[in-house]
């Protein structure tokens, strides 16, 4: 049981460079979240799906986009990579929005030189 | 705003001596307060959720507890295989999509 995947696990990009991670899980879940973590900051929300077809922004959205097209997958789209959006991404599922534990993957480390 | 401060930022302690980690949060309605571990390289880990104050919950040598106001998480004759960052998070009764993380506390056991 997997659980929730990332991919890549690793990427450099240069200024300006576009660029989509990758989240899938199996566990069925309604709900999927992207999340970045930076040192002092804690997790900050980008932006969420409460199903297949639907997304809304989070806390932190400007510079991203996303997609849920099929239940399993969220994709998280850099447009045009600022430095500023060097972090570390995580993807996050749960059963259902309230009060249900989010499950996260391991995480997507970005760097934008 | 809803807001989560976690204290202290860090702690070390040696196998076997028990503490507390502090979680502070303020919220309009809490509809659940979570508490991850997540170890270096790694997504947070589910380790308990909270409802109401007075709830606890417990899990090997964690023990969580919730006030009105803020959450333990009490750890009891740690081993260094507890050794993490724990983080703390609250789910608002409005806008219940979202969690708000505290900046986390880590935690260093030594043997």
């Known amino acids: 049981n997997a659980g929730v995947t990332q991919t890549p696990k690793f990427r450099v990009l240069k200024t300006g460079q576009s660029m989509t991670l990758l989240c899938a899980q199996d566990m069925n879940h309604e709900y999927m979240y992207w999340y970045r973590q930076d040192p002092g900051m804690g997790l900050r929300l980008i932006h969420y799906s409460v199903g297949e077809g639907t997304t809304a922004k989070g806390e932190v959205p400007d510079g991203y986009n996303v997609s849920r097209l099929k239940k399993q997958n969220f994709l998280l789209g850099l447009e045009s990579a600022a430095p500023s959006q060097t972090s570390v991404y995580f993807c996050a599922s749960s059963y259902g929005g309230s009060s249900q534990p989010q499950h996260f993957g391991d995480g997507t480390r970005l760097s934008i030189l | 705003e809803d807001q989560v401060t976690q204290s202290p930022e860090a702690l070390r302690l040696q196998e076997g001596e028990s503490s507390s980690l502090n979680c502070s949060y303020t919220?309009?309605?809490?509809?659940?307060l979570f508490w991850y571990r997540q170890d270096p390289g790694k997504g947070p880990e589910f380790l308990f959720t909270?409802?109401?104050a007075g709830e606890e919950k417990e899990k090997e040598r964690l023990k969580a507890t919730l006030t009105k106001k803020e959450s333990f998480l009490h750890i009891t004759a740690p081993k260094p295989e507890d050794s993490a960052t724990y983080l703390c998070a609250v789910q608002a009764a409005q806008g219940a999509q979202k969690l708000v993380f505290g900046q986390g506390t880590r935690l260093t056991i030594n043997p």
């Open positions: 919220v309009s309605g809490l509809r659940g």
């Open positions: 909270l409802y109401s």
